[in-house]
């Protein structure tokens, strides 16, 4: 056993993050608290042109969270009542609780094996087994459910794209909205072969949702989110959507929200934006260290990095025979891990009415089993991987757990 010290190494470090950029934070506060802007404001909108441009969009709505993101993305693009919306169940409640919030129905497709992210394989499927084009009007419709089937919204986990070209051609085809879900992938850039041309995640579907939750890649001092979007109307609709329906002060078009992104969290992000590139080079580095420290240990599975991505890292998620075991061993150790996310949606209790059993998902039900996702943030040390790494061998190799669980063996 080889052990450099024995120290705590924390799940995320925000601490070390924010000690770093402290002198400037301090001056967002500051700057706020002697104009008494709070609430909108140029702030504001300069951090919406700043994210548009980063994420190489026309428009960038501030709103309160991811999950206003979600929600107001879906209705703002015309996601109602009673209609469905295709997404994976191996992704945060919060993807299909906007669903639902926004009066449609969630439904599931699979996870690829390799990526975790939908696959555009079962995506198809679905659509041609079990949906139908009404032939006069274009739309498409579940044919058991009979109810209109409007959106797709794919999740870009870990901080990888989904594999989006063949998930548009689908949307294309059967007139579907696509929505991302780009609340772990900041910065994240997907290679389009139909476009011939990398594109970031946030700018591929109608509109995509991103979380500024503390722990994101690019995260606030609280709570907050924006949309993404290249459609005017849309991103026009969401301005209205999280002010309360207000077009302007008390004259209220529609029902909204209270849903704005405040201005002392819209300073901290511009802040934060500067450094996310810096960030997110310094999470690859760090998950090109562990890919290099595991490639000598059987039985870890290593995150998937297909030609066409170049992730951010927002989580480094193994995958082992005994997840259990292991996390048990790495907290004896004083090292945090995460599961993301240990329940597949379709088997949470609070989605027992969609009918859904144990075995409908496979794939996201073997992955759920074995993931463990290892500490990952720009700060993290090499010595703190290597420790990691050597714990990770202790259990494995010399505790004889390497088992060939039926996933592992799959995705060779
Ligand atoms: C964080 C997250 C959300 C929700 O974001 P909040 O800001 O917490 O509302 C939605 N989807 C995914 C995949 C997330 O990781």
């Known amino acids: 056993m080889s052990h450099n010290g024995n120290g705590r190494v ?6 070390a993050l924010h000690r770093e950029i402290q002198g400037e934070l301090l001056d967002v506060f500051k700057t706020t608290l002697e104009t008494a802007g709070f609430i909108g404001g140029p702030v504001v909108e300069s951090f919406e042109r700043e994210f548009a441009e980063y994420c190489g969009v ?6 309160g969270s991811g999950t206003d993101a979600l929600r107001f993305a879906l209705m703002a693009a015309g ?12 992704t945060f409640v919060a993807t ?10 969630p439904a ?5 094996p390799r990526t975790c992210t939908m696959d555009p394989l079962e995506l198809q499927r679905y659509l041609e087994t079990q949906c139908e084009l009404d032939s006069r009007t274009g739309q498409c419709f579940h044919r058991a459910l009979r109810r209109p089937v409007t959106a797709i919204v794919p999740v870009h986990l870990y901080g990888q794209t989904a594999d989006m070209d063949p998930i548009l051609a689908l949307a294309e085809h059967y007139n579907l909205t696509v929505i991302e879900d780009a609340c772990q992938a900041h910065g994240a850039e997907y290679f389009s072969k139909k476009d011939n041309q990398w594109r970031k995640g946030g700018s591929m579907g109608h509109a995509a949702a991103f979380s500024f939750y503390p722990g994101k890649n690019l995260g606030a001092c609280g709570e907050g989110g924006a949309v993404t979007t290249n459609d005017g109307e ?18 209220h078009d529609v029902e909204g929200y209270n849903g704005r992104l405040d201005s002392i969290q819209a300073g901290i992000l511009s802040v934060k934006l500067c450094h996310l590139s810096e960030w997110n080079t310094k999470r690859r580095q760090a998950a090109q260290r562990y890919d290099q420290l595991f490639s000598s240990t059987p039985g870890v599975v290593t995150p998937a990095l297909p030609e066409w991505s170049r992730a951010v890292y927002h989580l480094y998620v193994i995958r082992v025979h005994d997840r259990d075991g ?8 004083n090292i945090e891990t995460g599961i993301h996310y240990p329940v597949p949606l379709h088997l949470q209790k609070a989605y027992d009415g969609l009918g859904y059993r144990a075995g409908d998902f496979p794939v996201s039900e073997a992955v759920a089993s074995e993931i463990l996702s290892l500490p990952m943030y720009p700060q993290l040390q090499a010595a703190q991987q290597r420790r990691i790494v050597d714990e990770v061998n202790d259990f494995i190799v010399d505790g004889g757990v390497l088992g060939s669980p039926a996933l592992l063996t799959r995705i060779e």
């Not at 026309?58 to 709103?63: I, L, R």
């Not at 292991?326 to 150790?333: I, V, Y």
């Open 79 to 90: 996601v109602g009542l009673g209609d469905i919306a295709l997404t994976v169940p191996l």
């Open 108 to 112: 599931f497709v699979d996870v690829d």
């Open 10 to 15: 924390p799940f995320v470090d925000l601490v």
């Open 58 to 63: 026309d428009c960038c709505v501030g709103v």
């Open 326 to 333: 292991l996390q048990r061993h790495l907290s004896k150790a």
């Open 96 to 105: 299909t609780e906007a669903i639902s919030q926004a009066g449609a129905r």
């Open 234 to 251: 849309i991103a026009k609709k969401i301005r209205t959507l999280r002010d309360h329906g207000q077009s302007k002060k008390y004259y």
